[in-house]
């Protein structure tokens, strides 16, 4: 391959417990890929990314960032190493004010865009810089959850359904702002139920049922594909 | 009662609060970073008040290198303690934290005992601390007003600092989501271990402070740490701000309490434990969890 990949798990399995909930999941993201996993609710989504992020600790195979094997590092190396995460609860912390959220994260890499860029992007968030970050909506939480990690210049972001339960107009601006990380040449994976949403920004789909991978769609096979698509999703 | 002995209870008052304050402060920081309640406290201000001790007495290193000599001694002798046995005993429930840290101060209070005896040792009171200010209507001793000021000044720079700067900041966002702040590649376990020493190192402070006034033993932690943990239940655990202001207004009303009702000095905070616990029971700075 010419390509170079950003992310190459192989064969990752995870464990919550006793309970062994990935089994072998196989995936590669190229540098500057934009991929989503789709799959209905308990399949393993958030628990992939869980353990690529190394928040799951109890985990096995193989996990390459950027050619680097982190399948024994702890979250905070793998996130010096320029991953950056949004988690599904969207992890806003209430003692802190929406400013000091945002400025949290140290910086990775150079590269991440200024607290003036984020503004640009996220109008609101800038009206609300002395709130508490819990004072925030569900959609302005979602934004500052986002414009966190594109100030530390990771180059690999996690999203975990960074759509779910929002407004349309929240989602529109969510879907600019995957835009603008895909010009700047970051690499996304992104976890999404909404089929539209994932059609209109990714580049691939991976489909995940019971804990591993099970179909690839590439963008051009999407409308072809739609119906198997939607039993997947169970639509 | 004159003005002289009001005046003068005041102060004690407010010397005892700043004991309170430094030792409870110390357990407020270390119960939200590691969810331990800390019931060593005590010992690692007796450990403060015996380190400027031995270093006088052996090293000839007097009160003021060993005010902060002893406390960097006693959070070397914290994070060994920490990084051995105190870390495995974080999670959820309390208990086992409680039960590992009284056994410590247990053991360290007779590890004190068994090399020093159990009698109190003198300090002296640092040269230029001795006598005081006359102000006609009142005398200051020097080295309690110096207490209260030294003591006051450490809490507010702890409360700043915890309330008011970046590290503050990363330490606030740890002691909420530590997961997630080690996914922001921040080094979650390294910053416990440091709050864990910056909680002892009070502790240690407040006994080189006590040692020229209270005299310096192995059992001066023990008394200390029961009044200090009647002190948090009235504050609330994990409030930086309501630790000091709790710590100093019961000071005082102990201090008042003694020139009023002087038999019942001894169990007024517990009194208004006891009645906090009733109303409040998450503490008057406290929030329920």
Not at chain 1, 16 to 34: C, F, N, P, T, W
Not at chain 1, 120 to 137: I, K, V
Not at chain 2, 42 to 62: E, K, P, R, T, V
């Amino acid at each position: 391959m010419v390509t170079k990949n950003r992310l190459e798990v192989k064969n990752l399995q995870a464990f919550y417990g006793d309970s062994h909930v990935l089994h072998g999941v196989d995936l590669e993201i190229a540098e500057g890929e934009i991929v989503t996993i789709i799959g209905r609710n308990g399949v393993g989504k958030t628990t992939t990314l869980r353990a690529i992020m190394g928040i799951l600790s109890n985990r096995r195979g193989s996990i390459k960032i950027a050619g680097q094997e982190t399948i024994a590092a702890r979250p905070e190396q793998i996130a010096r190493i320029g991953v950056g995460y949004v988690p599904e609860e969207r992890g806003i912390f209430a003692s802190l004010s929406v400013a000091d959220n945002l400025i949290l994260p140290p910086i990775v890499a150079e590269g991440g865009m200024t607290i003036a860029e984020i503004y640009d992007l996220f109008p609101n968030l800038e009206e609300r810089t002395a709130s508490a970050g819990t004072r925030l909506s569900g959609g302005e939480q979602q934004m500052l959850a986002i414009a966190r990690v594109l100030r530390t210049g990771a180059s690999l972001l996690l999203l975990d359904e960074p759509t779910e339960g929002l407004a349309p107009t929240i989602v529109q601006r969510i879907g600019q702002a995957i835009d603008s990380m895909k010009r700047k040449g970051r690499t996304v994976l992104l976890i999404e139920q909404n089929i539209r949403f994932a059609m209109r920004v990714a580049d691939r789909h991976y489909v995940m049922e019971s804990g591993r991978i099970v179909d690839m769609i590439p963008r051009a096979q999407v409308a072809a594909k739609m119906q198997e698509l939607q039993h997947y999703l169970g639509v | 009662m004159s003005r002289d002995e009001f005046l003068g209870q005041l102060l004690v008052g407010l010397i005892n609060g700043s004991f309170y304050a430094l030792l409870s402060l110390g357990l407020s920081i270390i119960f939200g970073l590691l969810g331990i309640v800390n019931v060593a406290q005590g010992a690692f201000y007796m450990a403060g008040a015996f380190f400027s001790w031995m270093m006088l007495q052996w090293l000839g290193i007097g009160y003021w290198p060993a005010l902060i000599l002893a406390p960097l001694a006693v959070a070397a002798f914290g994070v060994v303690l920490e990084k051995t046995m105190i870390f495995r005993v974080y999670g959820p429930d309390h208990m086992p934290g409680l039960l590992l840290t009284l056994g410590l101060l247990m053991a360290i209070q007779g590890m004190f005992v068994y090399i020093f005896g159990a009698n109190a040792r003198p300090y002296p009171v640092p040269a230029e601390l001795r006598g005081g200010w006359d102000l006609d209507f009142v005398f200051l001793p020097k080295y309690r007003v110096w207490t209260v000021f030294a003591s006051v000044t450490v809490c507010f720079t702890t409360w700043f600092i915890i309330e008011k700067t970046s590290l503050g900041r990363t330490l606030r966002a740890a002691n909420e989501n530590p997961v997630l702040t080690r996914s922001f590649g921040i080094n979650v376990p390294a910053l416990i271990t440091m709050g864990f020493a910056l909680g002892v190192a009070l502790a240690g402070f407040a006994g080189v402070l006590a040692a020229p006034l209270y005299t310096v033993s192995p059992l001066m932690g023990v008394d200390l740490i029961i009044i200090v943990f009647a002190v948090v239940v009235v504050g609330g655990l994990g409030s930086i701000f309501g630790a000091i202001i709790t710590s100093l207004g019961l000071g005082v009303i102990e201090g008042f309490a003694k020139v009023f009702y002087p038999q019942g000095s001894n169990m007024v905070i517990f009194i208004v434990m006891i009645i906090v616990l009733l109303i409040k029971p998450a503490g008057l700075f406290g929030s329920e969890k």
